[in-house]
């Protein structure tokens, strides 16, 4: 216990996680009915299935190609956050943003304002999450605290936000992003009065080594990265796994859920309680997924959250009770965590330790973009022509070709420990 009562008196894990409680706030407020505001006739711009699929398809563009300039900055930077206090200037604005400026764009010129739009949003927010992740576990590894129990935060204040969004959104939609903007600017004041403490914080007489600042990465240590098998083999795997998750999750379950109901406001209400409920549970799960890495293993880990994935898609394929559907949702409070706290540790594990950020931003959020990227408008069109019933199953059985795939090509933990080694629990009590 004494570890746990230092850690929640590190300032730097206090600052870490009140900066992702805000960011994840400022995002989840609008984000979480972001498709519902897109597709909704009477409260929202009623897009259809391949206007939507275009809009994520640039979005996801334009995060592409910025998540790999943040990588390349923020491995530079270090620990410094002057990147990131320029991402939550432009989260602050987002609610004058949609206001006056994207929404008109949407319904006149759908181009201009798909175009303008994935320049803001991607900038603030779909390539700033991959930022702050990283520039978060950073912190853990210089810091000495769990990056588990940061991130947590960030889902407890999506959660905090999910729970209001449903009934702001079914009063004036533009609420959520006027909210977004304020818990952006708190955030913005948090990181520019905010000191990082240079000097790592290690529990008293832990016997923990004080752990050195990573040497800072050339440009061509980055770039070799590109040419490693074993970096390709991880993209890959992302792309057929948590991409077209992504895809399922944020493009097309909103819509489909809340169409399970008598009437749109209704289902609105309830799937922000539920989304709220969800959230919080992931939150806790945050805190607990450390733990089952520790006992089954990272490459365990990343496999069992792909079959939570195909679970939770052919479920909703072959269920329309929207309690059912109700329960499996709650299995993304369980697959999210078990899916990005391993993958992170996978890198620090097989990789470089110093090039983290590059190498998060490029193995998983850049390689999960492209497949966005390449699968938004074809998959949304499916549903145009076929409905949610056969694109979830079409879904489902690529994330299950995943699942094989990886179970072959992902590295076992006591493979090419290029990094930060990892001990299971099991192995470091026979060593003791």
Known sequence: MAGITTTYKNPIYLQSSFSMLLFFAS????????????????AGLGLTGAQVGTLYSVNSLATLILMFAYGAIQDRLGDRKHLATILASVTALIGPFCTWVYQPLLQSQFMAGVLIGAIVLSTGFLAGVGLFEA???RYSRRFN??????????SFGYALVALAAGFLFTINPMLNFWIGSVLGLAHLLLLVLGRTNRQPVIAAGSGTKILSPATT???????????LPSLWLIILFVMLSW??????????????YTGLFESPETGQRVYGILNSVQVFVEAAMLGIIPLVMRRIGIRSA???GVAIMFVRIISCALVDDPVLVSAIKMLHAI???????????????????????????????VSAQIGNVILSTPLGALHDRMGYQQTFIVISLVVLLAGI????????????????????????????
Do not use: C
């Open 27 to 42: 995002w989840g407020i609008w984000w979480s009915f972001f498709q519902i505001w897109l597709t909704s006739e009477s």
């Open 135 to 137: 520039l978060t576990e």
């Open 145 to 154: 605290f769990e990056y588990g129990q940061a991130r947590m935060w960030g």
């Open 217 to 227: 990465p050339t440009i061509r240590e980055m770039f070799r990265l590109f040419r």
């Open 243 to 256: 991409t077209f998750y992504t895809v399922f999750d944020q493009q097309m379950f909103p819509e489909f």
């Open 302 to 304: 990343l496999l069992l």
């Open 335 to 365: 697959e999210t965590p078990l899916f990005i706290l391993p993958i992170f540790r996978y890198f620090t594990l097989h990789f470089n330790p110093a090039l983290s950020a590059t190498l998060y931003m490029v193995g998983f959020q």
């Open 405 to 432: 795939y990886g179970f072959f090509a992902l590295k076992k933990d006591d493979q090419q420990v290029d990094g930060d080694p990892f001990m299971r629990h099991a192995k470091a009590a026979m060593n003791s």
